[in-house]
């Protein structure tokens, strides 16, 4: 079993920061590719940031320059560090991870978290 677990969302005011975290706990053999997802009322799912084993990241183009994410490879754990907050960013951010799990099939499976609300006031 698997569990992806989110933690930091929260009400803040625009021009405001949230950090989120999502760690990876389970019978985890590797986690590869990790990244967060957001979900706006009415809107598709959308990637907004993501981060290779390597290091590598990738951003949409609407957070380039206000959120960071992170990896921490010792706690299979995830972060967006989020700068000025606006109303548009308000969303359901969920944690994904493309993981192999020890007696499992050796590829990566990909997993998601229950995801966390964030909500920017203006």
């Known amino acids: 079993q698997v569990q992806l677990e989110e933690s930091g969302g929260g009400l803040v005011q625009a021009g405001g920061s949230l950090t989120l975290a999502c760690a990876a706990s389970?019978?985890?053999?590797?986690?590869?590719?990790m990244g967060w997802y957001r979900q706006a009322p009415g809107k598709q799912r959308e990637l907004v940031a993501s981060?290779?084993?390597?290091?590598?990241?990738n951003y949409a183009d609407s957070v380039k320059g206000r959120f960071t994410i992170s990896r921490d490879n010792t706690k299979n754990t995830v972060y967006l560090q989020m700068n000025s907050l606006k109303p548009e960013d308000t969303a359901v951010y969920y944690c994904?991870?493309?993981?192999?799990?020890?007696?499992?099939?050796?590829?990566?499976?990909?997993?998601w978290g229950q995801g966390t609300q964030v909500t920017v006031s203006s």
């Open positions: 994904n991870a493309d993981l192999i799990v020890w007696n499992g099939p050796p590829r990566d499976i990909n997993y």
């Open positions: 389970g019978s985890i053999f590797r986690v590869s590719a």
């Open positions: 981060i290779a084993n390597s290091g590598s990241t």
